[in-house]
């Protein structure tokens, strides 16, 4: 096997470009035309701000600044923009909250089948450290972020956020209808929290290839599902030889994903609503994506 070496040159011209991305003024150019079309036949107060500038606004206090820092940030960059008008932070707040969100969907432009590897993980709500939740028993739990990923690229291609007592077996159905919409999913991996077989059934009658790991225990019975059946079959006879047939390795991509999406952006929201709370990691999400497909 041969491992292709990292270019690192363009891996650090690819990390510029993301502060590059981040600062994009291309919304100067279209701010009349494009605040005059957004005003056309509005009732009420005039919108002072066009949506790319808003856009712009989320995605700078996604990845970096607090509102009334980010406030002071558009302040001093307004003062060498001539066309550039700085909103106070409770404008900001307001614009971006209703700013709608969605994964873009390009990220699987190109591929005409994807495998895609399934997980989830916890974000905390809070960003008090754990020394505060132990010593005054705070906890003001987490929520989930359940992670649909194409292996060959690293990119989240579907998402769904809940609570923390979502199982994640109840998502799969979810994730793999949104991942289909954008590209054709041909295989779905997964670990045993997936192991059920109502998503057995699912996968099946889309001819999408089953590789979730199943419970150890579990009885050959087909109970109504024979994908199941065979799969438990096959892995209680040589469960090794079974990763290496159908790539269960390759789960290891959403844990890279995961990993990479928290140390980017913390393990921590700061949203309170939960409509809020859902557009902020899906703007994450988003910026995410656009990052992983800057690397070389």
């Not at 990292?6 to 502060?19: I, P």
């Not at 820092?69 to 971006?96: C, N, S």
């Not at 989930?144 to 291609?157: E, F, R």
Request: aromatic share 10%; with cysteine.
């Amino acid at each position: 096997m041969v491992t292709k070496k990292r270019n690192w040159k363009d891996y650090n011209e690819a990390l510029v470009r993301r502060g590059e991305i981040l600062l994009d003024t291309d919304f100067l150019s279209s701010w009349q035309e494009e605040l005059d079309e957004m005003n056309e036949g509005k009732e009420g107060a005039r919108y002072l701000y066009p949506d790319s500038f808003v856009t712009l606004l989320a995605t700078i206090h996604a990845y970096l600044l607090p509102y009334r820092q980010l406030e002071g940030f558009i302040k001093m960059f307004a003062e060498h923009v001539k066309e550039l008008q700085a909103p106070d932070y409770t404008t900001m707040w307001w614009r971006v909250s209703r700013v709608k969100v969605e994964l873009d969907q390009s990220v699987a432009q190109g591929e005409e089948d994807i495998v895609i590897a399934l997980d989830s993980s916890g974000i905390k709500v809070s960003n008090r450290g754990e020394w505060i939740r132990q010593k005054w028993k705070v906890r003001r739990g987490f929520i989930k972020i359940h992670l649909a990923v194409d292996v060959k690229t690293k990119q989240i291609i579907s998402m769904q956020v809940t609570r923390e007592d979502v199982p994640d077996g109840r998502m799969l159905k979810l994730l793999v209808k949104e991942a289909s919409s954008k590209a054709e999913v041909t295989k779905v991996i997964g670990d045993g929290a997936f192991d059920s077989r109502e998503n057995f059934r699912f996968l099946a009658e889309r001819s999408i290839e089953s590789c979730i790991k199943v419970r150890k225990n579990s009885s050959i019975k087909a109970m109504g599902c024979m994908p199941r059946k065979l799969a438990v079959m096959e892995q209680l006879k040589d469960p090794e030889q079974w990763k290496k047939k159908h790539g269960y390795g390759l789960r290891w991509m959403v844990e890279s994903a995961i990993s990479s999406f928290k140390r980017t952006f913390g393990e921590h929201i700061s949203s309170i609503k939960w409509k809020n709370i859902v557009n902020e990691l899906l703007l994450k999400a988003s910026i995410y994506n656009l990052f992983t497909a800057m690397n070389p």
